[in-house]
């Protein structure tokens, strides 16, 4: 009986001594390893309210696209209410200089004067959370201008968009200084009309998001540029993209700058 016992659990301490070796490296390999940083992407679409066919490709596009009207179309109040009925966030698309007509602002007009055609601004597009400038390289640069700007912004209890259309912008600079809800933009994505240029653009603000975090690009309802959209937009996640909207990436960069539009979090 004793050989007999022997012999079996000589029979059983190779395997076993096998699967004891194998432990650490079974434990090794179920270790959760560590997760990729997350990468952002906000949506603005400018020049909204010119075109409504053209403009509800827009609204179908698949996520939490910001609208940007201008004042002085023909369907901006209509195309606002749209816009909001169909869960989209609206902001004014504010023309400056040198953009033209009843509503821009131009840097030899009275405060008094910018403040008449912001007002009409708003008056023309309903539901607006914020607003962002249509043009506006020389505007953008006029610092008194700007802190007045944001000060009314943050009385009206609303974020601004810099779509820095000009290096010398000192706009998202003098909304940092009050802590007025703001953000920047990092890539334009057509300003070549072209599938593929548009196409290698949003490749960019993909790159630039994985790098810094996050990355906010700016279109046009152009064919060729909701074309793209329209094809890459849903592959966003499976590329470990989360598309966010721009109260969520205001929040997320928390006003401050990024490394192309300051130092150190403060916008030159």
Known sequence: MISRCSLLLRSLQAPLLTLLCLLPLATQAAEPTAAAPKAYLSLIIDDLGQNLPRDRRVLALP?????????DT???????????RAGKIVILHMPMDPATGPFAWHPELPIEELQKRLEAAFQAVPYTSGINNHMGSRMTAQPQAMAWLMGDLQRRHK???DSRTSAQTVAAAEAQKIGLASV????????????AAISQQLQTAI???RKQGSAVMIGHPYPQTLAV??????????????????????????????AGHGKNGVYR
Not at 184 to 195: A, G, Q
């Open 63 to 71: 996520g939490p696209v910001t609208t940007a009207i201008m004042p």
């Open 74 to 84: 023909p369907h901006a109040a209509e195309f606002a209410r749209e816009a909001h």
């Open 159 to 161: 974020f601004f968009v």
């Open 184 to 195: 920047s933009r990092d890539v334009f994505l057509d300003d070549e009309r072209t599938e």
């Open 207 to 209: 790159k630039l998001a």
């Open 229 to 258: 959209l329209e094809r890459e937009l849903p592959r966003l996640k499976a590329q470990g993209i989360e598309w966010i909207d721009i109260k969520s990436m205001i929040s997320l960069r928390s006003n401050k700058a990024m």
